[in-house]
C-alpha cells in the first residue's frame, strides 16, 4: 500500500465522487444520503494521508512515497509523485478542512446535493495532487483541475453576486496558468523534460545553462500565476468577491487550501528552478509583501460585512508568506511554511463562524449584531480564540509563524535595511488586533440591541465538533511547534541553499556579513 500511497489519496475523494453518481441511480435513493456517503470518503481519504507521517522522518529533505512511471512516453512525461517536508503539512491540511468544509454544509446546501458533494470530493482529488505531482505537466492539469469545481461551487451555490465572483475568479487564475503553462512547455525544450527532479539536477550540474533573459521571463511566468493565486497585491482583487459570494465550504477551502498553492507555488518552483531570479526580483517581492500586509489590514477595518473583513484579512496573513519566503532565511522559511499552516486553520476556522451566524440571521452585517455573548456563550467564546489567533496571540498558532517570519526578515539580505521592512510588516499585526477586536466587540460584546440576536440558538453538537479539531490544533502548534518544524527542516533547507549558495559561497559569505550588521 504504501507503494501507491500517493495515488490512493488522489482517487479516493474521485473513487467517492464515482460512489455518488452511482447511488443516484439506486431505487429508493434518499438525497440525505449524498452527505453521508461524501463525508466517508472525506474521512478516509483524512485517515490514509495521516500514513505519510510514518514514512517521512525529521530534518530529511528527499522525496518519500514516490511514484515515477511513463504517463504520455511520446513527449516524455511521467507520472511522478513525491512528498517531502515542504508538502507533507500541505497535503494533511488539505484531507482534514475537505471533511470539515463537508459537515459545514450540512444544512447549509439543500438543493442540487448530488452535484455540490461530487464536486467538493474531485476538488479535494485535484488539491492533494497539486502538492504532491512532481512533473510540471501533471501539476499543471491538477492546477487547473482544481480550478473547475471551485468555479462552480462558487457560481451555483453562491450568493446573490455569485456569477461576477466565480467568472471573476476563473479569469484571473486562468490567465495567470496560462502563462505557466507556457514557461512549462519552454521549460521542456529547454531541458527535454516535464520532470521537476530531473530538470533540478540538469539545472545543478550545469550540463545545460539557462540564460539570464530565459530564466527571467519564466520566473516571471511562474511567479505571476503563483502571485494571483496567493493573492499578492496588487493581483488580489478577485479574492474578496470569490469568498464574499462562496457557500461557507468553498471559503474555508479557498482560505485554506487553495491560496496556499499559490505560496507552495513559489517556494517549490521559483525558488528551487531560478535561484538568481529570485534574488534579484526579492527587493520587489518583499515590497509587494510588506504593502499588501499594510493594506489588507487596513482595508479589512473599515469593512461592513464580518466575511468581507475576514477575507480582506487572508490578503494581509499572506502577504506575512510572501515576505518570509523571500527573505531567504532558515527562520523566515521556516515561519513562512508554518504560517500557511496556520492560515489554513485560523482564517479557515473563522469563514466557518461567519457560515453559522449566517445560517442563523440570514447577513452578514456587522451592525446588526452585538451581544452575542449572551445569547450564544459556546459561540461567542471559541469565536473569541479563534479570532486571537489570528491576531498572533502568544501560545496561539499564529504567534509562531509571524515571530519566525519578522525574525528571519530582520537578519534578511535580501534588501538593505530589512530591520525597516520588518518593522513596517510588523505593524500588521497591530492592524490585525485593531480590526479583529473591533469587530468582536461589535459583534459579541456589548448589549443586545436587536431582538432577533437574543433568539438566536448556541452551537449545536456538529458544529462544536466541526470547529474543536481546528480549535486543538491553535493550541498545539502555538506551544509544541517542533514536530511541524523539525519535519519541514530539512526540505526547506534545501531551497534556502539553493537560493543562498552552499555554505562559504559567495552569497553566504555576504549574509554571514549583513547579519552581523542587521541590527539598526
Known amino acids: 500500500m504504501s507503494q501507491h500511497l500517493l495515488t490512493i489519496l488522489i482517487l479516493l475523494p474521485v473513487v467517492g465522487a464515482l460512489a455518488l453518481i452511482g447511488y443516484s441511480f439506486a431505487p429508493g435513493r434518499r438525497e440525505e444520503h449524498y452527505r453521508w456517503i461524501a463525508l466517508l470518503f472525506a474521512i478516509a481519504t483524512f485517515a490514509v494521508s495521516l500514513l505519510l507521517l ?44 475537505v471533511p470539515i468544509a463537508i459537515l459545514s454544509s450540512w444544512t447549509a446546501i439543500a438543493k442540487r446535493q448530488l452535484s455540490y458533494y461530487v464536486f467538493m470530493l474531485v476538488l479535494a482529488s485535484a488539491m492533494v495532487g497539486v502538492f504532491v505531482s512532481l512533473d510540471l505537466l501533471l501539476f499543471y492539469l491538477f492546477f487547473e483541475a482544481s480550478l473547475i469545481p471551485m468555479f462552480l461551487l462558487i457560481g451555483i451555490w453562491g450568493g446573490e453576486r455569485r456569477i461576477y465572483a466565480a467568472i471573476k475568479f476563473f479569469i484571473y487564475t486562468a490567465v495567470g496558468s496560462l502563462l505557466m503553462l507556457v514557461a512549462i512547455v519552454a521549460l521542456y525544450f529547454i531541458y527535454g523534460s516535464f520532470d521537476y527532479v530531473t530538470i533540478l539536477t540538469a539545472m545543478q550540474s550545469g550540463n545545460v545553462t539557462l540564460s539570464s533573459t530565459a530564466a527571467f521571463w519564466l520566473f516571471l511566468a511562474f511567479a505571476f500565476a503563483f502571485c494571483i493565486k496567493v493573492p499578492l497585491f496588487p493581483l488580489h482583487t478577485w479574492l474578496p468577491d470569490a469568498h464574499t459570494e462562496a457557500p461557507t465550504a468553498g471559503s474555508v477551502i479557498l482560505a485554506g487550501v487553495l491560496l496556499k498553492m499559490g505560496t507552495y507555488g513559489l517556494l517549490r518552483f521559483n525558488l528551487g528552478l531560478f535561484p538568481e531570479m529570485a534574488r534579484k526580483f526579492a527587493p520587489v517581492m518583499i515590497t509587494l509583501a510588506v504593502i499588501g500586509i499594510i493594506y489588507g489590514a487596513l482595508v479589512a477595518m473599515v469593512q461592513p460585512d464580518v466575511k468581507r473583513l475576514v477575507a480582506y484579512s487572508s490578503v494581509s496573513h499572506m502577504g506575512f508568506v510572501v515576505l518570509g519566503l523571500f527573505s531567504f532565511t532558515e527562520m523566515g522559511m521556516q515561519g513562512a ?30 451592525s446588526e449584531f452585538g451581544g452575542l455573548a449572551s445569547s450564544m456563550p459556546w459561540f461567542s467564546t471559541l469565536f473569541v480564540i479563534a479570532s486571537l489567533s489570528s491576531i498572533g496571540l502568544p501560545f496561539l498558532n499564529g504567534f509562531v509563524g509571524e515571530f519566525l517570519i519578522m525574525i528571519g526578515t530582520w537578519t534578511s539580505i535580501a534588501v538593505r535595511h530589512a530591520w525597516i521592512v520588518t518593522m513596517l510588516a510588523g505593524t500588521g499585526v497591530i492592524w490585525a488586533a485593531v480590526y479583529m477586536l473591533w469587530m468582536l466587540q461589535r459583534v459579541v460584546f456589548g448589549k443586545l440591541t436587536n431582538q ?49 549558495g552552499q555554505p562559504g559561497g559567495s552569497y553566504a559569505a555576504v549574509e554571514k556579513r549583513e547579519t552581523r550588521s542587521s541590527a539598526p
Open 54 to 97: 510514518r514514512g517521512t522522518g525529521s530534518g530529511i529533505a528527499e522525496f518519500h512515497f514516490e511514484e515515477n512511471v511513463s504517463w504520455i512516453g511520446n513527449i516524455g512525461a511521467r507520472y511522478h509523485l513525491g512528498v517531502d517536508g515542504i508538502s507533507l503539512w500541505l497535503v494533511l491540511l488539505t484531507t482534514l478542512l
Open 337 to 366: 511554511l508554518y504560517q500557511m499552516l496556520n492560515h489554513g486553520v485560523s482564517t479557515g476556522a473563522l469563514f466557518l463562524f461567519v457560515g453559522m451566524i449566517y445560517e442563523r440571521r440570514h447577513t452578514r452585517m456587522i
Open 452 to 500: 432577533k440576536n437574543a433568539e438566536l440558538r448556541d452551537l449545536n453538537a456538529r458544529e462544536i465538533g466541526i470547529l474543536i479539531p481546528l480549535l486543538v490544533l491553535m493550541l498545539l502548534m502555538g506551544v509544541f511547534p517542533r514536530p511541524f518544524l523539525d519535519r519541514s527542516k530539512g526540505s526547506i533547507e534545501a531551497v534556502r541553499n539553493r537560493v543562498v
